[in-house]
């Protein structure tokens, strides 16, 4: 079976930090490209990062820029998200997406191929 798996979420205090790691599972993504969506309640599931299949090319959304980084390790199948200075207005279900072939920026979300299950991020006092 095919999938992706995220994990690291959890309850941080505002001005925290954390790590989420998407892995697959039942294929390679040496060949996709990646990109981290996150979804919070009442609200449509939005963009936040995208790298390239090597890892030398990354995106952000303004509203994390400077404060998120994306990274990938294709040896260990797994892409990262590490997340410093967090806001409450980065509390969300956060979920990891994979899509075959190369491209130079992010893609809308109904075009990626296989997509994680999420991992839920709550930034509170």
């Known amino acids: 079976q095919l999938q992706l798996v995220e994990s690291g979420g959890g309850l941080v205090r505002p001005g925290g930090s954390l790590r989420l790691s998407c892995t697959a599972s039942g294929f390679s993504l040496n060949y996709y490209h990646i990109g981290w969506f996150r979804q919070a309640p009442g609200k449509e599931r939005e963009g936040v990062s995208c790298?390239?299949?090597?890892?030398?090319?990354?995106n952000y959304a303004d509203s994390v820029k400077g404060r998120f980084t994306i990274s990938r390790d294709n040896a260990k199948n797994t892409v990262y998200l590490q997340m410093n200075s967090l806001k409450p207005d980065d509390t969300a279900v956060y979920y990891c997406a994979a899509k075959l072939g190369v491209f130079g920026q992010c893609v809308v979300l109904r075009e990626y191929d296989y997509w994680g299950q999420g991992t839920q991020v709550t930034v509170s006092s």
């Open positions: 790298i390239s299949i090597s890892g030398g090319s990354a």
